[in-house]
């Protein structure tokens, strides 16, 4: 698999087609999605007021590139920085990772810093604003019972989301963040459906070649 900076500077080849370079983009976000893959790239697509018509406006595959990748660059630095910081834990004899007040308890998946499953709801401000946001958060041990969104700062103030399938999501109301999530005992196969139109049209849009009018 090619990497990030791979795929970001054939975004940024203004000698490919713009269709390709838009593939290219959606490859970078297989490597970074602070929101899930599906909610980035629905985010990315109204920040960066990414055309239906990729042609009137190939310049936008770069504005969400570039957005998308300096909030990567924050995130790689606060790994790099946990990564030291672990090592001189286990010189020191202790190699049980230990339980802070970071964001990293409340991850899911890797570069997934603020999972939104609803992949139109998320976070309306830059990227690199959330991002640094989430990863300078802290939330002490004892709070844990406490729905806090370390986007928004809301506390307990979520509503259930079902994704019609395995999970019961509990959704932040501000800016539509999960902040926990249950298995559901039953599928709900029409929400289930829905969810995957919704999709479907969302990935359609810019994922089609525009039809010849003549």
């Not at 390709?20 to 109204?46: K, Q």
């Not at 709070?143 to 259930?160: F, I, Q, Y």
Request: with cysteine; hydrophobic share 35%.
């Amino acid at each position: 698999m090619s990497s990030f900076n791979t795929h970001r500077r054939r975004v940024h080849d203004e000698g490919l087609p713009a269709r390709v370079r838009h593939t290219n983009l959606r490859a970078c976000l297989v490597h970074f999605a602070p929101y899930g893959f599906r909610a980035t790239y629905h985010y990315l697509c109204v920040s960066a007021a990414i055309p239906k018509d990729l042609e009137k406006d190939p310049s936008s595959l770069m504005r969400s590139v570039e957005e998308l990748h300096h909030a990567r660059q924050l995130w790689l630095a606060d790994e790099r920085t946990y990564a030291c910081s672990h090592r001189a834990d286990k010189a020191r004899g202790f190699r049980q990772v230990k339980a802070d007040e970071s964001w990293r308890d409340w991850r899911r998946g890797w570069g997934n810093i603020a999972h939104c499953p609803e992949p139109t709801i998320h976070p309306d401000e830059p990227l690199p604003v959330v991002v640094e946001r989430v990863l300078r958060s802290s939330v002490p041990p004892d709070e844990a019972p406490v729905l806090t969104c370390r986007v928004c700062g809301s506390r307990d103030n979520t509503s259930a989301w079902h994704d019609g399938v395995h999970r019961i999501h509990q959704l932040c109301r501000e800016c539509g963040v999960s902040l926990a999530v249950q298995r559901a005992d039953a599928t709900d196969s029409l929400l289930a459906a829905d969810y995957t139109r919704q999709w479907k049209e969302i990935w359609r849009l810019r994922n089609e070649s525009p039809r010849n009018p003549n």
